[in-house]
Every structure is written in C-alpha cells, then in structure tokens.
C-alpha cells in the first residue's frame, strides 16, 4: 500500500490515479528517496516531514515515531488538522483497554480486596518483592511506572510528580489483586522458560486468544532499534536469546521474556514470548493472556513524547 511516511494513504486518491502525484511511500523506502531528490530539483526544497523520517531511519510518523504528532505537523497547514492532532496526543496518554479476554469492561470484584486484607502482609513482601509503605499499602514497580495497591481506598495509586495519585487502570488492578491472592510460594526466576504452548493450559491460547503477537511485528519486525528502545525505556534487561531480547517486569517476581528475530530473504521477522513457568501457579490461562496484552501495550506505546 503506498502510504506516506506523513500517514496519508496515497492508494485512495485520485491525484495518483490520475499521474499527478506519486507517493513519497515509507520514510526508509527507495520511494521517499527519490520523492525527496525531486522536490529537491523542482522546488529547491523538501517535505520536512518526509526529511525528518528519513533522517531518523522511520517508515511512517503516526506509528513509529516517540515525538508524534511533533512541530512539523503542528506548524501544517497539512496533512493532519490541529483538532485530529490534538486527539493522537490526549489519546495516547490513555492506559491500555480495560476489556478482559472476551472483549467485556473489566470490573474489580469487591470481594477481592477483601480477600488481599485477609492476608499476611509480611509473607506477601516476601512472596512478591513488594514494598511496604505506611499504614498499610504495598507498592512495587510495574515496567517503569511505581505503583501503590491501598488497601484503606481499595485503588490503585500511581507516583507522579505531584505525589501519589489514584491510578484508573482497571485491567492492572484485576490482575494486581489476582496475583497478590494467588501466590502462595517462592520459585527461582529464569530456570524453566516455557511458551504458552508448554503451559497446562495450553489449549486456551489458540483462536480469538492466541497472543497478540501480530502489532508488535508490525511495529517492530523491522525496526530492532526501536525494539531496544522501547524495552529498555520499559526498564527491560537484555538477555542472549534471540537477534534481540528482553525481560520485562509487570511485577517484580513474574517476568515476561520478548524475543524478536529479525527477517531475511528467507524468512520474515517474528516475536515470541515466553514465561516463568511458575506464572501458572499465580495466573489462570486468561489472566496470562491479559498481562501479556497490558505489557506489549506499553511496548507498542514506547517511550513518551520527548518534546
């Protein structure tokens, strides 16, 4: 499909149709090189749009790069209208969809505050790597985000610059509260990596609920750069596993591992995941499935707007 770098799709229109106007394609592809020569030779000068994604080795603004929708864009007077620009920046502020493995709203259960209040605080620090925080809080760090689980509010609270403030994330809190009512012992971190095809419940993640590996391939197959930036961003830790590899951390005892193989003449770029196999013992087959959907969000999301 011939797409600008700039997001606008060239195939619906009826100037290429007609010979007018060719596509500029993807910032890193032969066509943006030649576009840019003949705006170059025509116009003594270039699109600052299509320029920068070609400095900075992307293939389209609005999906790869950290700084969209940036000044190039703001200063316009196109593609993009101010009102669409303002809702790509206050929507990728969002958290990720609150919806569980069937596509329903997540609600938090009451009973399963109560439940975490029924428990041992001192053996869930040792159980989890949790902190305590006075009176009776427990936090930890999610990716790169510190977060407290209140028992006293019954919510989530997320430290911000301004202080601690209530955190709306209704899918981090279901699975929050899961593992902090569910994990019952201590296992070693890293000794037996599985997929999900090894796990017990193995059959789940077929169908609707295979995992979503497809976006981040799109996003990354051929973009290993960006790959490392946005796991290390995460505060994921390089491992020797794959072309290129990470462990990434929603909670400090239960690590997701992402491996990326890039693609060659031979074969196309793919991503895998895989497990502590004790994430079973904390973690039903679609608990599984949903922290592994919240972590590649903020994969895919990357590093924050810069500027």
């Known amino acids: 499909m011939p797409t600008g770098a700039c997001g606008i799709n060239c195939d619906v229109c009826k100037l290429r149709l007609l010979g007018i106007c060719s596509s500029c394609g993807a910032g890193r592809g032969r066509e943006a090189e030649a576009k840019l020569a003949a705006q170059k030779r025509l116009f003594g000068g270039t699109c600052t749009i299509l320029e920068c994604a070609r400095m900075n080795n992307l293939d389209y603004c609005i999906r790869d790069c950290s700084n969209f929708p940036c000044q190039n864009f703001a ?38 505050w109560e439940t975490l209040e029924r428990r041992d605080r001192t053996t869930l620090l040792n159980l ?11 936090k930890f760090r999610f990716l790169r985000e510190d977060i407290l689980v209140d028992p006293e509010t019954r919510t989530l609270k997320l430290f911000t610059p301004s202080g601690w403030e209530e955190l709306k994330d209704p899918l981090l809190e279901l699975l929050t509260l899961l593992y902090l009512n569910h994990v ?19 059959h789940y993640f077929s169908g609707r609920h295979r995992l979503r590996v497809e976006p981040l391939v799109e996003r990354y197959g051929n973009d290993p750069e960006g790959f490392q930036e946005a796991a290390e961003y995460l505060g994921g830790e390089a491992v020797d596993m794959a072309d290129e590899a990470f462990r990434l ?59």
């Open 75 to 112: 200063l316009g007077p196109y593609p993009f209208s101010k009102g669409f620009l303002k809702m790509q920046e206050r929507r990728r502020r969002d958290r990720a969809p609150a919806l569980d493995h069937n596509g329903r709203p997540i609600t938090v259960p009451p009973e399963f």
């Open 249 to 307: 951390l929603p909670f400090p005892r239960v690590p997701l591992y992402y491996l990326l193989w890039k693609g060659d003449d031979e074969f196309l770029p793919r991503i895998s995941i895989l497990f502590d196999r004790s994430i079973e013992t904390c973690f039903s087959a679609s608990g599984i499935w949903s922290l592994v959907n919240l972590v590649s969000f903020f994969l895919l999301k990357g590093p924050e707007k810069s500027i």
């Open 184 to 202: 019952t012992a201590l296992h070693p971190m890293g000794k037996d990596l599985v997929g999900c095809e090894d796990l017990k419940e193995a």
């Open 128 to 138: 989890t790597l949790f902190e305590a925080y006075p009176p009776r809080a427990l």
